[in-house]
């Protein structure tokens, strides 16, 4: 479902659980709003609550309001209101008004607004809920003059906000002074209650995929844990977790995931409480990981980490938890722009307009992928991209905001690559280098071994495998750059490099990958084998498991018993007519080598063989995960239920099915290997059913993008050792984004496990 799906399906919940809830009390009994008024602690308290009417003293009531009011009940004020759980959500605010009575005399109050909720709704839901409610509270264009009207639009709104269990309104006259100019912050405060079982919650409600830093309240007796994730719902992988007040509430750490190895530690005796509320603050810019003690951020750190470029990521994800010892209870602060967030409509346009430069500029960096190694002009990116001439000041702005992020690089003035990062750690060394010439390599350096690839995430995935390597990108700005990893898989040199997908035509495309390929044999003469890995398209079996091809499986080039080749590429096809059926022109590929094709056929019978085989490719793939954590792309698996399987009918209708249940030996939730022919044609492609029909007869396993060009060149170059890897992203067109870094790497880890069972 859409998240606008999910939305209101969230929302049909919860109205049905206030109806439910509704319906508890007794037949007949209906649900009343009242208002209760106390002092505390010399402050001004209205507690505004819902409650059944058979609950109700009418002795205590004061006022019952009638007509378009119905439904609302004043109480008479009383000396002390009863003791209820702690607030859920909190806002803070100063006001200023002026006494007409009293020749406009200004008067200053502090408010703040607690709210409680029913059922079991979402963090989300209730920040979202509050946020509404004090917004159009305190709408201008509907303002209340007084006190009074003030109280009676709370109350009257409370009827409309069903989730909202209990609001209090507290009012305290203040002599503080007031700004000048500036108008002061509205505070919102989010409340989380954590048990002691050191299970994280996760709190959606605060954003700090834009922020560097947060502050907080917790209230806790020891082990007050905090993760800072880039996957959303992912402690384990991409997780700083500060835990304060650790072992007996003496120190304090920061450790690399949840439960992982401690990267720093302080001793910090009693800095929790279990008594009262004590502020923190985290902060993470510059690749730097600090935490202190107070309300004044940046002031009375105690613990700090300077990131090491293996474990830098982005912080998308913010969950809390206590340990074992205690229970806590925690508070986050930000700040709410109550003018800039009135009207849902403007609201509408800011997030539907900053939606949009996102994904212009998710566009301007995939063009930048596609042409790599080569680079773009600025013009010809903001054309590609639909960039508006009133726009390119923005779009640049963005250009520049990726550049200092080292995603990309302006080589020359205009002329834009994307990047591959350079790493530098006790287990990895890869440094990147542009030039305009290569360096010349000795025989004993020369690869013997050729990786192609074509997507950005593809080349990324397969150097994670690559040993002590170095990349050179070797530049112009009129015509075809190359890229080339040079390093070591086992005791093989490997050199890999990628396919430019930038192009103005089909012809144009097929003479780049020619070109590339001509290069790459040329600058490296001694290369025997060449492994072509990426992704590609299953072909699903829809009755027996041990046929069936899943998302994130790999299938590699091996000939099949209804064909020789290897590769197939359809021209051309033909309805039959005299028979239910078409007739396929194809071109085929094979190997006078199978060197490659029988080390695969080997691992296969090895792995087959072994009751509980430990396969090589799933080592590969965990190591090479910390190695990518540092990326643009998520190289961890999508969820299970992203891998839906469709059938199409003969009337076109698509059928969602149930996979089949998996055959001998397979893993689910696991890459698994397939043998058999490769395939690619667009015309044969755009239908599902000639796709199956295709792949029946000639047993494919898999389609890719067409490689055509790459093989026609392996083969004027007289190249006669190849395989294709293929790590399957859907079911379709091997186009689908969601899983491509996932199948990239899966591809690649097969490919070492390949190269390091090759004689």
Request: glycine share 6%; proline share 4%.
């Amino acid at each position: 479902p859409t998240a606008e799906g999910q939305s209101i399906y969230r929302s049909l919940s919860l109205v049905q659980q206030w109806w439910s809830e509704r319906r508890g009390g007794r037949m007949g009994d209906s649900e009343e709003v009242v208002m209760m008024a106390a002092k505390r602690d010399g402050r001004s308290v209205m507690r505004l609550e819902r409650m059944f009417r058979s609950e109700i003293d009418d002795k205590l009531l004061l006022h019952v309001a009638g007509g378009p009011h119905k439904g609302i009940l004043i109480a008479k004020a009383v000396d002390n209101l009863k003791d209820v759980e702690p607030a859920e959500g909190r806002l803070e605010f100063l006001a200023y008004l002026v006494n007409e009575e009293q020749h406009n005399q200004s008067v200053q109050d502090y408010w703040t607004l607690r709210f409680w909720f029913r059922g079991q709704a979402e963090g989300v839901v209730k920040k979202k809920t509050f946020t509404d409610y004090f917004q159009e509270l305190m709408n201008p264009s509907s303002f209340p003059k007084n006190y009074i009207g003030f109280i009676k639009k709370a109350l009257v709104l409370l009827k409309v906000y069903h989730v909202i269990k209990r609001v209090e309104l507290e009012v305290q006259e203040t002599e503080d002074p007031s700004p000048e100019e500036s108008i002061p912050p509205i505070k919102s405060f989010t409340s989380v209650f954590t048990p002691a079982s050191y299970t994280y919650q996760l709190v959606p409600e605060v954003q700090i995929n834009n922020k560097t830093f947060i502050t907080f309240m917790v209230k806790a007796a020891a082990d007050a844990h905090v993760a800072l994730s880039a996957v959303y719902g992912d402690v384990d992988r991409k997780t700083y977790e500060i835990v304060i007040g650790t072992d007996g509430n003496t120190k304090s750490i920061i450790r690399y995931g949840a439960g992982g190895p401690i990267m720093v530690e302080s001793m910090t005796m009693n800095v929790l409480s279990e008594e009262e509320f004590r502020y923190f603050w985290v902060n993470w810019a510059n690749n730097k990981i600090e935490v202190g003690r107070g309300a004044n951020y940046g002031v009375g750190a105690f613990l700090q980490w300077t990131i090491p470029p293996s474990k830098q990521f982005n912080i998308n994800c913010l969950a809390v938890s206590t340990g074992t010892p205690s229970r806590g209870q925690w508070e986050f602060a930000e700040l709410l722009d109550a003018e800039k967030d009135f009207g849902k409509e403007a609201k509408k346009k800011r997030i539907k307009h900053s939606l949009l430069w996102i994904a212009k500029k998710q566009k301007m960096l995939q063009c930048l992928e596609d042409a790599y190694p080569n680079m773009v002009k600025t013009a010809e990116m903001f054309k590609y991209c639909k960039i508006k001439q009133s726009d390119t000041m923005a779009a640049l702005v963005f250009l520049s905001d990726m550049q200092k992020k080292n995603l990309i690089k302006e080589v020359e003035g205009g002329y834009w690559m994307r990047l591959q990062k350079s790493q530098e750690s006790e287990i990895i060394k890869h440094e990147v280098k542009i030039v305009k010439h290569m360096p010349e390599l000795k025989a004993s350096e020369q690869p013997t071994i050729a990786i192609v690839t074509s997507l950005f995430c593809e080349k990324v995935a397969v150097d994670a495998m690559i040993e002590e390597k170095t990349t050179y990108v070797k530049y112009k700005t009129e015509g075809e750059s190359q890229v080339y990893t040079l390093g070591r898989i086992g005791k093989f040199k490997v050199v890999s490099t990628k396919v430019s997908r930038k192009s103005s035509s089909e012809q144009e495309a097929r003479i780049c990958a020619e070109n590339t390929i001509t290069r790459l044999l040329g600058s490296f003469s001694k290369i025997h084998h060449v492994l072509i890995v990426g992704v590609g398209s299953g072909v699903p079996h829809y009755s027996d498991g041990n046929q069936h091809v899943r998302l994130g499986d790999v299938v590699v080039s091996v000939p099949s018993r209804k064909n020789g080749a290897i590769y197939m590429y359809c021209d051309k096809i033909e309805k039959m007519t005299d028979a239910n059926g078409y007739n396929y022109s194809t071109r085929e590929w094979d190997c006078s080598d199978n060197s490659l094709q029988d080390v695969a056929v080997s691992l296969k019978q090895i792995m087959e063989r072994d009751t509980n085989p430990q396969r090589p490719w799933d080592r590969y793939m965990n190591d090479a995960k910390d190695i990518l954590q540092t990326e643009e792309s998520n190289f961890h698996r999508p969820p299970m239920k992203t891998d839906r399987l469709f059938y199409t009918d003969d009337n076109g209708t698509d059928l969602e099915l149930e996979h089949p249940a998996a055959g001998k030996g397979y893993r689910v939730g696991q890459s698994n290997c397939r043998l058999g022919v490769i395939a690619s044609g667009k015309l044969v492609s755009r239908s599902p059913r000639l796709r199956q029909s295709f792949a029946e007869i000639n047993g494919i396993r898999a389609y890719d993008s067409d490689v055509t060009a790459v093989l026609e060149s392996l083969e004027g170059n007289r190249n006669n050792s190849f395989i294709i890897i293929r790590g399957i992203s859907d079911y379709s067109s091997g186009s689908r984004k969601e899983w491509q870094p996932y199948a990239s790497l899966a591809a690649a880890a097969y490919m070492k496990s390949l190269i390091y069972a090759l004689k």
